[in-house]
């Protein structure tokens, strides 16, 4: 199937910009469908292309207007048709991350609202594939999706001030690790001891849209070592 044929709605933003919302049977599907126009913009980005920032479910085109309207974007958009992947990313980022370490430790509070063991939480989180839906907040911070139901969990009612660097963590059904020092609702499983935002990078965002995740198990020891490497 086509991506055009997945979207759902367009939508106008501002004098320069249209919106376009796509269908799908779920988030993922409609994440692959909006990273599917993305890469293709990207690959082959139209004179009149300004910025194509991808979300959830929707990407918002921003155009020049001295050189197109939005009938020529759309045409273009019309004409581009990129082919539905199989949703499968092209890239995969393997995330260690050192589980109740002290400065981000909430899951006493996780296993309360789950009823499931540490061991169990754990367990799901490391056998969960992600997929980066949006990426926004703060720099680099990727929002990850979809948790089992299992480990869907609020917010919390406090949020904290200061949420660590490195802080990995569920809100409902998704995951994100905070990539500097930042207020933060969201539960904390742990701290990763990766970089995900280097501004002297020529990519600085170590997470794009439309990649995976997966999330691995290290001890004290372990994440001390990748630190200070």
């Given at each position: 199937?086509?991506?055009?044929?997945?979207?759902?709605?367009?939508?106008?933003?501002?004098?320069?910009?249209?919106?376009?919302?796509?269908?799908?049977?779920?988030?993922?599907?409609?994440?692959?469908?909006?990273s599917?126009?993305?890469l293709?913009?990207?690959?082959?980005?139209?004179?009149?292309l300004?910025?194509?920032?991808p979300?959830?479910?929707?990407?918002?085109?921003?155009?020049?207007?001295?050189?197109?309207?939005?009938?020529?974007?759309?045409?273009?958009?019309?004409?581009?048709?990129p082919?539905?992947?199989?949703?499968k990313?092209?890239?995969?980022?393997?995330?260690?991350?050192?589980?109740?370490?002290?400065?981000?430790?909430?899951?006493?509070?996780?296993?309360?609202?789950?009823?499931?063991?540490?061991?169990?939480?754990i367990?799901?989180?490391?056998?969960?594939?992600?997929?980066?839906?949006?990426?926004?907040?703060?720099?680099?911070?990727?929002?990850?999706?979809?948790?089992?139901?299992?480990?869907?969990?609020p917010?919390?009612?406090?949020?904290?001030?200061k949420?660590?660097?490195?802080?990995?963590?569920?809100?409902?059904?998704?995951?994100?690790?905070?990539?500097?020092?930042?207020?933060?609702?969201?539960?904390?499983?742990?701290?990763?001891?990766?970089?995900?935002?280097?501004?002297?990078?020529?990519?600085?965002?170590?997470?794009?849209?439309?990649?995976?995740?997966?999330?691995?198990?290290?001890?004290?020891?372990?994440?001390?070592?990748?630190?200070?490497?």
């Open positions: 199937m086509q991506v055009f044929d997945k979207v759902r709605h367009i939508a106008f933003a501002g004098m320069d910009g249209l919106i376009l919302y796509f269908d799908g049977k779920d988030v993922t599907q409609m994440n692959a469908a909006v599917a126009y993305h293709a913009l990207k690959a082959n980005p139209p004179i009149w300004k910025e194509a920032i979300s959830y479910d929707s990407l918002l085109i921003l155009f020049d207007a001295k050189i197109t309207d939005s009938h020529g974007v759309y045409r273009l958009l019309r004409q581009l048709q082919q539905m992947s199989s949703g990313s092209l890239r995969r980022h393997r995330i260690p991350v050192w589980y109740g370490a002290p400065e981000a430790n909430d899951l006493d509070e996780v296993a309360s609202h789950t009823g499931l063991a540490v061991s169990e939480i367990a799901l989180h490391t056998a969960t594939v992600y997929r980066v839906f949006a990426v926004g907040f703060a720099p680099g911070f990727a929002y990850l999706g979809e948790s089992p139901e299992r480990l869907s969990v917010r919390r009612k406090t949020p904290r001030t949420v660590p660097a490195g802080a990995v963590a569920l809100a409902d059904r998704q995951a994100a690790v905070y990539p500097q020092v930042s207020p933060g609702g969201w539960q904390l499983l742990g701290l990763s001891p990766l970089t995900l935002f280097d501004p002297a990078s020529a990519q600085p965002a170590l997470l794009q849209t439309g990649d995976e995740v997966e999330f691995y198990e290290i001890d004290e020891r372990e994440y001390l070592e990748q630190v200070k490497a």
